[in-house]
């Protein structure tokens, strides 16, 4: 992987890598993690791409200010980042919290999105593993600083590393979170990852969902990628997918626990490729979306309580004529504010 660049954006210092030529990909690393968790696959997609892969504010190497750590907060520290790298428009990847990023960025700034990818992604449901939601939990600051203390985290992160060399479910993605307990060393990383998993999560779950407009989701390419034995956010959420984006591509890794890029990178990056090239980029309509906002849903959607069935909106309308539709595979999820991990 090339060596790490920076750019100041509003005064605080962004890392990024910036790889390979061509359509634009930006890969958005998940909650506590950093780009290096693409490692497995930038190679490979630089080969037919221009891949942007940044740390987000208050992770990795990029600065960790006290600062807005909301989804949207996120998704305009993206457009400026892009900006200033010169880039338009991006077909964006979106990993875990980072899936939610990308949602975001797409409801945003439609015009600058192209197709998205999600990995993992929040928003689909309420569920999140309870080890997230510890995070909000009072004393886990204190808890953090101990278990991070030098001699404590090395006996910490040795274990959790050689666990994960042990073929389970149970133990397949405990090399990430052993880098991400060796991240929370640094005060001001554990500060900026309070204050987001604050932004959408509670004790129940995840708070922010893309259901409520899921309406909007007509315009853009959008493929789901799953793994089967995901502990942080349930592969089940996938099905949500199915019923609110019926024309989605949706896989669903077996083997495969939160990190279904990690886990299969040579499957990830073909699944990548056959996307992005057999599908055309979406192209924003002004007055399309304004057209389907003021139609609104088509029936009240609400987020759903843990154990429901997944979220199923009214049917829509008959489409009136090919001008007025885009081809079945540019199925869309421009509408989303997601969240988590």
């Known amino acids: ?34 780009h290096t968790t693409w ?8 080969e037919d791409f221009t891949v942007i892969a940044p740390d987000l504010l208050g992770h990795g190497s990029s600065d960790k200010p006290r600062a807005d750590y909301t989804l949207g907060g996120y998704a305009n520290g993206m457009r400026d980042l892009l900006t200033v790298l010169g880039v338009d428009k991006v077909t964006v990847v979106g990993h875990s919290f980072g899936g939610g990023i990308a949602m975001q960025f797409a409801y945003q700034f439609p015009e600058r999105t192209e197709r998205m990818v999600l990995v993992s992604p929040g928003g689909l449901g309420p569920d999140v593993t309870p080890l997230i939601k510890l995070v909000q939990a009072p004393g886990w600051e204190a808890t953090m600083a101990l278990l991070t203390q030098p001699g404590v985290r090395h006996v910490g992160t040795t274990t959790l590393r050689m666990l994960s060399r042990v073929e389970t479910k149970v133990t397949r993605d405990l090399d990430e979170v052993a880098e991400i307990l060796e991240s929370w060393r640094d005060r001001r990383t554990r500060f900026a990852i309070r204050h987001l998993v604050r932004a959408v999560i509670d ?114 309308p008959p489409r009136r004529s090919a001008q007025a539709s885009p081809p079945s595979c540019r199925t869309s999820a421009t509408a989303v504010g997601s969240s988590i991990a």
């Open 203 to 316: 004790w129940r779950g995840q708070i922010v969902t893309m259901s409520d407009r899921a309406y909007l989701t007509e315009a853009m390419p959008l493929a789901v990628v799953w793994g089967r034995d995901d502990l942080v956010i349930p592969a089940k959420h996938a099905d949500n997918v199915r019923v609110l984006a019926p024309e989605a591509r949706v896989e669903v890794f077996d083997r495969s626990g939160h990190f279904p890029h990690k886990d299969h990178p040579e499957r990830f990056v073909q699944l990548v490729r056959e996307f992005v090239a057999t599908t055309e980029p979406a192209s924003y309509s002004r007055a399309r979306f304004r057209r389907l906002l003021k139609r609104g849903a088509l029936a009240p959607v609400r987020q759903a309580e843990a154990g429901d069935a997944p979220v199923r909106p009214s049917p829509r």
């Open 39 to 46: 490692t497995s696959v930038i190679d490979e997609l630089a």
């Open 1 to 34: 992987m090339d060596e790490v660049q920076y750019v100041t954006v509003h005064g605080h210092r962004r890392a990024y890598v910036r790889r390979g030529s061509g359509p634009v990909l930006l890969l958005l690393h998940g909650l506590a993690c950093d």
